[in-house]
C-alpha cells in the first residue's frame, strides 16, 4: 500500500500531501472512479456541489468499506450559496448528498469579491466548525488581499488555500503569505490540466526515468504543497500516486523554477 504523507493543518486535522480530485467527473462516472483512485491508494477525495458528483463520491466512499477516519472528504461551497444562512443550508445539503456526517475540510469555492458576502458565509464557516460538522475550514482561490480582510473581520484562520498553481504559475508570493499565516497551500490543475511537454519537464522525466506528470507532481510534494491531480485513466490514476520512491535535487527544481510564466488556465479570482 503506498504511503502519502500528511501536511498538519491549523485546526486539528492533517491532510494528506496527494488528493484525487474530481472536477469534470461525470456525475454517472463518479462512483466507478473514486473507487479506482480507493483501490489505487487515495483516501484523500477532493470535490465540490458544482461538479455534480457528490453523491457518486459519497456511494464510492459506502461501497469501499474503508474507516471514515482513514479518509479525507473535502467539498466546496457554491458562490450563489454565499451568505450566512444559505451556507448553513448549502452545506446540510453537500453532507446529505455525500451520505456523511462530517467532512473533513469545507472549502468557500471562490472570494466573488462583488457579491462582498464572503465574511458572512466564514462566520457560517466557523460555526459548522464549532458544532463539529466539519473537521476544518478553508478557502479557495482567495488571493492575498482576499485573505487580509478575512484575517483582519473572523475569529479563526483558514486552515487551507486551494489554489491554481502549476510549473507556469507557481504562487511564489500567496505560497509565502500562507506559511507565514499558517495556512496550506493546496494546487488545483496541479498537472496544468495535462499540459506537460515543456522540454524542462520531459528531460528531467527521462533523467529520472519517470513520467512528466510525475515530474510535476514530485516538484509539489518537495515544496510542501498539496496536490489532487484529477485522472478518469487507470493507469494514470495509479501513475499520478507512485510519487514517493525518487526525488528532485536542487538543479532539478531550480530548473522547474524557469517555467514560471505567470500565466493561468482559470480565471482571475477578482473578476470571477
Ligand atoms: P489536472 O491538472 O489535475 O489535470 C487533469 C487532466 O490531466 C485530465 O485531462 C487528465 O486526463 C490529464 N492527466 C491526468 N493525469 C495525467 C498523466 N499522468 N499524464 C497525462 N495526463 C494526465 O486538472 P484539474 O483541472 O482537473 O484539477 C485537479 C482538481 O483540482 C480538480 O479535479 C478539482 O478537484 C480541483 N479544482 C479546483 C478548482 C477550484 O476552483 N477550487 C478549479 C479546478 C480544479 P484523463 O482524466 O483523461 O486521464
Redesign the pocket.
Known sequence: MVHVPTISLNQGNAIPQLGY?????DPKEAERAVGMAFEAGYRSI???MI?RNEEGVGAAIKASGIERDELFITT?LWNDDQGYDSTLTAFDASLKRLGLEYVDLY?I??PKPSLDKYLDTWRAFEKLKQDGRVRAIGV??FKIPHLERLLDATAIVPAVN?I?L?PSLPQNELHDFHETHGIVTEA???????E?DAPVIVALAEKHGR????VVLRWHMQRGIVA??????PS?IA??IDLFDFALDDDDMQQMRELDTGRR??PDPDNF
Do not use: C, M
Request: aromatic fraction near 10%.
Open positions: 480530485g474530481v472536477f469534470k467527473v477532493d470535490t465540490a461538479y466546496k472549502l469555492h471562490w479557495s482561490n486551494q491554481e502549476h488545483w490543475s496541479p498537472l496544468a490540466q495535462g506537460l513520467t512528466p506528470a510525475q489532487i491531480p484529477k485522472s478518469i485513466t494514470r501513475e499520478n488556465i482559470g
